[in-house]
């Protein structure tokens, strides 16, 4: 056998004066013990000049001096500290995020400067004004207010200004465009006023209202990092890396995106390919059940061509690296989900609906305090002024927290939950579900397989047939083996390519295989009978022959959700592109009534967009390459982690483990999530509105309109919090 | 109210300092892990760099 290198340089940079870098994701770190032990350990290398630890993100940065270390030097290292590492590359979108994110938190730092100093100037204002201030002072401490929040508001305001300003070229309002609005007339409204020796400058108000709203604002954005860099290692520790021939019988062990098409690369039995392309050598069987649904093996031979995600079975390929063009039932997929995205109703998120009913509104009072003020014999100077103090007192200070904070606690305690989230509306989407359809395949069931008559099997032979399962890289021999928690392999087993492996205990020789290969074909058909669906793996020891039956199991808690839904009032339904029998059976097994087997990616759509029709607001839980369409097409979307890269990338949300619990999780997360919102948003307009009359009447100080602000501000953040905790009290489901 | 005019640059010329404290700590990467920074401050044997 060819022993293949492992060629990591894709994932060094130069970053100059003779130095190189490198990002490792690491598993299993979360004390400061690991992080000491992990540093220590990597800067023991001579040449080694910088080993970080970041256990936010769970990576740790290298960098190294000189060609002469080799980046897999520090995964084996790692290895012995009992740390499994991977090269990582930070996509693109994050390191974009992380930027932004550093840009939002200036931003604050410049407004929360502002604002205590502006604060600090305004106090001795609003007291000395019914005390003995000379009206010179006051208009020096204006004018010094101004200097600090001119400036601050033109730095720190940038975010809403530009989201305000795109929302505008496109003819439409979000929540932004009041807020910049109320911005801005305030502060022109303060300067003229100052310029005028008048009584009242609103600085104070603007530059607080900017800094609240930046609260909120890098509140999101880093739970949203956070969730995308616990991603982004997740993808990095499942390893993509194929092996390619870079000679005519030498083979390295590259990462994905290293690899082009026209490449040849290696596919041994019992490894999953992680490229698109055609069969140029050998024969095998091949499990396409991430990309079809369908479990039955397909036989590959010279033409056959295999996408990304197949599982070989059997016997070594090599295949030629297709280009993108060449792809027919991946260009199929792909059509089909730029159909679905493109008529993917734009949803309207909760926040920007609210801003389309408010802004109007609140601009609309204002105009009519101006008119109505000239109408009653006011100048139109006093009258734009309490103009100006009503869009001031109804600026949404509390309304553009009202969300943000929600989806903050929300989205932490989802993730603790083990649900990532993808997108940032998803939450409203979610809790509006009331009709899921599930995926069967690697979604109800297990990804892996799994023996389900364990337990009918004697204790030492099944140790004995773990370990010779060991030797085989077959997947049902790698379910054995898992069945039999199996640590070590039985020396000197040989497998035979097809049939299984045999070795020898004490002279008596053992074999574990297809039922022919051990003489146990009698038994394999009383069996079969009575279990259609299982593959059946055969042991035999001297003369006793045993049978462990090897299925894709449901998950663990998938009949209890099943309840859980029907408790909830959910409608649920069962769309695979697997046999009818399967489904049929596990349909029964879960007490789902509506099932359809044998479903072809547009067939899914199809239904999708028909209870779609009826009013149904649908939530697609799949894992396939053939569900990546129907994931986009539905209201919302999940996937779980084994999932392959395109439906993760399309699905709303991700859940991690075993368990179906997320989707219960998420559900319930993001019911009462949306409930906190909408009372947020009531509690923000309320409290406004009480102090609204005052606006109108021309009565609003600079301090009222600076309590009701900060008053209304701590009111929705509070009553975020809640959206922790589920309203039962309880924890959430498991 | 002479001593305002010691008093109020001094204020500014504080808070700006801490402004740029700050700013500089976030362009230094003090705020890229802040899990990790809670972890080292009580851990004893801070491993040497380099």
Redesign the interface.
Known sequence: MMQATRDFSHFVKDVGAGLQHIDLAVEGVNCAGCMSKIERGLSAFPDVTLARMNLTDRRVALEWRGQALDPSNFIDRLAELGYKAYPFRPADAETAEAAQSRFLLRCLGVAAFATMNVMMLSVPVWSGSVGDMLPEQRDFFHWLSALIALPAAAYAGQPFFRSAYRALRARSVNMDVPISVGVLLALGMSLVETANHAEHAYFDAAIMLLTFLLVGRYLDQSMRRKTRAVAGNLAALKSETATKFVGANEIAEVPVAAIDPGDVVLLRPGERCAVDGTVIDGRSEIDQSLITGETTYARAESGTAVYAGTLNISGTLRLRVSAASERTLLSEITRLLDNALQARSRYVRLADRASRLYAPLVHAAALLTVIGWVLAGAGWHDAIVTGIAVLIITCPCALGLAIPTVQTVASGAMFKAGILLNSGDAIERVAEVDYVIFDKTGTLTLPDLEVVNASEIPDPVLRLAGQLALASHHPAAAAVARAANAKAPLAGAVEEPGQGVRGAVGGVEVRLGRPSFCDAEPLAIARASGDPEASLVAFRLGDTRHLFCVHQALRPDARAMVSELAHRNIGMEILSGDREQVVRSAARALGVTQWRAGVKPQEKIARIEQLKRSGYKVMMVGDGLNDAPSLAAAHVSMSPISATHLSQATADLVFLGRSLAPVIGAIDFSRRALRLMQQNIWLAVGYNMLAVPLAVGGLVTPLIAAAAMSGSSLLVMLNALRGGRLPNGGTPWK | ?EVMIIL?PL??GL??V??LA??WS?KSGQ??????AA??A??D??????
Do not use: K, Q, T
């Open positions: 109210m109020v204020a500014l808070g700006l801490g402004l700050f700013l976030l705020f890229d892990d802040l899990e990790g972890w080292r009580i851990s044997d801070e491993p040497s760099a380099g």
